[in-house]
């Protein structure tokens, strides 16, 4: 959560209708340089003076309803601070797809219906109670 000072400060740097929007879905107020979107949509921003240490990178989702399985690996790894560069600028990420990757990046499915269900090839050792119920005469 942020200081008084600070949402002032970000209020009056990204004004009334992008601090409603940070509001409804970060749930905090920043200002920060815009770095670059991915192929999603998704906008990645940075602040390296006046946000938090380890709090100075942030993405703004496109889709509202939003997961984070939705950031690509080399974004992923940019966010997590696992290297300084973001991927527009970082010539490793910038080779392009290799052989060995998949060509498009899959979200987390878990909590959909497109979800992985296992299934069992094994016959059951127990079984469910059936009443069998005899007709009255």
Known sequence: MSTIMRTLRNLRKIG???????????GDTKAGTYIASDKYGNKYYENLEQELP?????????????????????????????????????????????????????????????????????KPKLHAWVPEAKPRS
């Open 16 to 26: 009334f209708k992008e601090y409603a929007h940070q509001m409804q879905y970060i």
């Open 54 to 122: 380890l709090r100075t990178r942030w993405v703004d989702y496109k889709q509202k309803e939003y997961d984070p399985a939705q950031i690509e690996p080399g974004w992923h790894a940019w966010m997590s601070y696992m290297v300084d560069k973001p991927p527009t600028e970082d010539a490793v990420l910038k080779t392009g797809q290799r052989k060995w990757e998949i060509p498009e990046h899959r979200p987390n499915l878990t909590m959909t219906r497109a979800a992985y269900k296992p299934y069992s090839t094994v």
